[in-house]
């Protein structure tokens, strides 16, 4: 079974431009959800999908990120404008849903995004 | 609110020697508390789980954790480490009710050293 995956790995990019992050989850994983860790501090959670709905998006900083999930698969989060203290690893994690028992979330690789 | 504390920033065990990682919690209800590992340049990986039931649970990798609700702890231990266990290892803890969301709350993370 295919685990997490997330493209790029890393991205450098200056302040002022856009960066799309993208997730593919675990098939069958109706719940999705986007973490970032910045200057080595706490993960902290972004926002939660289930399958194509945004279930809760409270961690989200600010207008500046846009979280999409089209069709209940894969998931964007794009950064526009990106500002220096967006620098950080962005965690993308899926979960079964709830009824299959399991509460673990697996989490992808991480995305190293560095905004100069 | 919720909130996971991880006292120490790093651990330094001699392998072979038992591997104490300290974990404490503040969440409402009872916790659904989970510990995962990063090894460099990698995701972080699920080591294991309380959701109910026995108060120790065992996990991958040789890795065990008790839950205490009096002491609000969920610290990770290994009866004998190895050099392989150096690695970052964070706690989370989630609501287990509905309305709280699924989002976890990750402590700071504690760097696991294990020397030959």
């Known amino acids: 079974e295919a685990g997490v995956t997330q493209f790029p790995s890393h991205s450098v990019i200056e302040k002022g431009q856009t960066v799309t992050l993208r997730c593919d989850p675990i098939?069958?994983?109706?719940?999705l959800y986007w973490y970032r860790r910045v200057m080595g501090k706490e993960i902290k959670f972004l926002l939660h999908f289930v399958k194509e709905s945004k279930q809760d998006e409270s961690g989200m900083p600010n207008n500046r990120f846009l979280a999409e999930r089209t069709g209940g698969t894969y998931s964007t989060l794009k950064v526009q404008p990106a500002e220096l203290e967006d620098s950080g690893v962005y965690f993308c994690?899926?979960?079964?849903?709830?009824?299959?028992?399991?509460?673990?979330?697996?989490f992808g690789p991480g995305t190293r995004l560095t905004v100069l | 609110a919720q909130s996971v504390a991880q006292p120490e920033d790093q651990v330094n065990v001699a392998e072979g020697n038992p591997l104490t990682v300290k974990c404490t919690y503040s969440v409402s209800g009872n916790p659904y508390l989970f510990w995962y590992v990063q090894y460099p340049n990698r995701g972080l990986q699920f080591l294991l789980k309380y959701i109910t039931g026995d108060n120790l649970v065992k996990g991958s990798y040789g890795f065990e954790a008790e839950f205490n609700k009096s002491q609000t702890s969920f610290h990770l231990k290994k009866p004998s480490a190895l050099v392989s266990d150096s690695a970052l290892y964070f706690c989370a803890v989630r609501a287990p009710l509905k309305a709280a969301g699924n989002k976890l709350t990750f402590g700071g993370g504690t760097r696991v050293l294990v020397k030959p």
């Open positions: 994690a899926s979960s079964q849903p709830p009824l299959a028992g399991s509460h673990e979330q697996f």
């Open positions: 098939s069958g994983h109706d719940n």
